[in-house]
């Protein structure tokens, strides 16, 4: 696939070079961009011609083809720096599709009664099965980041959300701890839902298969998700109350609870390697010597995600994330015009669409360990995702308030343009869910800025319904407004950052 898009991405750009149409009466601050080139990028990559965008099929390809050739039209370049691999870098994946499960528990010859549909399993081969007996790890590790509980050859039942014991500064994701169970010898690993996450957006993810880098393919045997009416259940023979397990859990000092019950797992998984792609586009800028500045959004949603038999099948990921990929691209856009009528940045800056966020930031993480340019070379990045639901006016937030000090230059540009700002860090409980914490947690500046995480409310209105379904659709009642006045933000943004007299970085992590 990658030697598919080298070849149209070059044949393309022979017949686009020069073809920026740009008045010569552009001025450094170009133009503002409208609610209606916003929304004629969402429509062509939240259509159902492109399948819905998932990594490894034809919707990839697609995705693809447009975010270069569009960026090409722009005037911009392969921002790979690799002329082996212009425009697109490759991301090595496997991933893992539940075909059919059985689930049997037991406390001693007692089998207990459990919905099924409360459990979900996938394998690491074609087939896996496992009989063991059940161990509740809390976290799963101690304030040390490590495991806390003797699971080898045992069935692991673990919490989804990230421990928070003092000491430990950065807890080890959800992730990194199933890892480091599954080194410890644990023959599953079974992970309780966050209690507010809809199942049936849960079970959506879970049908659609899970992916992992190939470097990080390390697991259990068997992996799998309950519901809290099934961990009740398990709980229950060892005499444990949801609440109090939940109390065990935050002790540093937990060691695992045996639960008394023993299960007898099989699982039919299909398995899948591929190589899946971001893509990188670059605005060069006149002093290339002194750093970057990137700006990312994953491209990527979940594809027909649903069955034949559905009347809608396919999760086409208007808001998330064709918003945030049509404000790159028309952000790029407007500096290149800029460009193209004297208005020359010092730094450059590079676009880059991410895959198999949904999968968990992935092609965010691999990015991170193969960057186009140096990590401490990279002196902001700012990402952009789930942008079209605020309104027009909306405050600005900060995903990572705090955590750099990039925060007053943020609300100076902001405020310059009109911006309010939203002061509070409550959006700083999604810095782990977005494709920046890759960045973030290799010492890069790396932040989201905008409206739509201002208000939580509103942001959960759509988390808990359209988001991961099929009604994730651009329609008439999208809201554009917030997400072309933080597409105009973002100009306002870059040129900021990457004017050396403007901005001059303070060292990485002060």
């Not at 995480?453 to 999208?478: G, I, M, V």
Request: charged content about 20%; hydrophobic content about 45%; glycine content about 8%.
């Amino acid at each position: 696939m990658t030697t598919l898009f080298r070849a149209r991405a070059i044949s393309f750009l022979a017949l686009v070079a020069a073809s920026i149409a740009t008045p010569a009466a552009a001025q450094s601050r170009p133009a503002p961009i409208s609610e209606a080139e916003v929304r004629a990028h969402i429509a062509v990559l939240a259509s159902d011609d492109f399948e819905g965008r998932a990594p490894g099929t034809a919707g990839e390809t697609k995705t693809l083809d447009y975010l270069a050739k569009t960026w090409a039209s722009y005037g911009l370049t392969s921002g790979t720096n690799d002329a082996a691999t212009p425009w697109f870098q490759p991301v090595p994946l496997v991933e893992r599709k539940p075909f059919a499960q059985t689930v049997q528990a037991f406390a001693g010859s007692r089998r207990i009664a459990i919905d099924t549909d409360a459990i979900l399993l996938s394998g690491r081969n074609a087939t896996d099965s496992v009989n063991a007996d059940l161990v509740y790890v809390g976290y799963g590790v101690n304030a040390d980041g490590k495991v806390n509980a003797d699971v080898a050859g045992k069935i692991a039942v673990m919490l989804f959300a990230d421990p928070k014991f003092d000491g430990l500064e950065t807890p080890p994701g959800r992730r990194e701890r199933e890892k480091l169970l599954a080194e410890a010898g644990a023959r599953a690993v079974l992970i309780v839902a966050p209690k507010a996450a809809p199942w049936g957006q849960i079970r959506t993810q879970a049908t659609s298969g899970a992916m992992r880098l190939v470097k990080d393919d390390v697991g259990a045997p068997i992996a799998g998700l309950l519901r809290e009416d099934a961990l009740a259940a398990l709980l229950k023979p060892a005499r444990l109350s949801l609440e109090a397990a939940a109390k065990l859990a935050e002790n540093p000092g937990f060691a695992g609870r045996a639960l008394s019950v023993r299960m007898d797992l099989v699982t039919s998984t299909i398995v899948r390697s591929f190589a899946s792609h971001n893509v990188i586009a670059k605005l060069a800028g006149s002093k290339p010597d002194a750093g970057a500045i990137v700006l990312l959004g994953h491209w990527d949603h979940f594809g027909i995600c649903r069955g034949e038999e559905a009347e809608d099948r396919i999760c086409n990921g208007a808001v998330d994330n064709a918003s945030g990929m049509a404000v790159l691209l028309t952000v790029a856009q407007r500096l290149a015009r800029a460009k193209a009528a004297g208005v020359q940045l010092d730094r450059d800056v590079y676009f880059m669409g991410t895959t198999a966020e949904e999968r968990g930031l992935l092609g965010a993480y691999h990015y991170a360990d193969k960057p186009n340019v140096p990590l401490d070379q990279i002196l902001v990045a700012l990402n952009v995702d789930t942008v079209a639901i605020a309104k027009k006016g909306a405050p600005v937030a900060i995903i990572g308030r705090g955590e750099t000090d990039l925060d007053p230059q943020i609300e100076a540009v902001a405020t310059s343009i009109g911006r309010s700002i939203e002061p509070s860090k409550d959006a700083n409980a999604f810095i782990r869910r977005q494709d920046g914490w890759a960045l973030a947690a290799k010492g890069v500046k790396s932040l989201m800025v905008g409206g739509s995480f201002a208000d939580l409310a509103l942001l959960q209105a759509f988390l808990s319904t359209a988001y991961h379904q099929p009604d994730d659709e651009l329609t008439d009642a999208t809201e554009l407004g917030g997400a072309t006045e933080d597409a105009n933000l973002h100009v306002a943004l870059v040129q900021h950052f990457a004017d050396t007299a403007k901005y001059t970085p303070a060292p990485t992590g002060d």
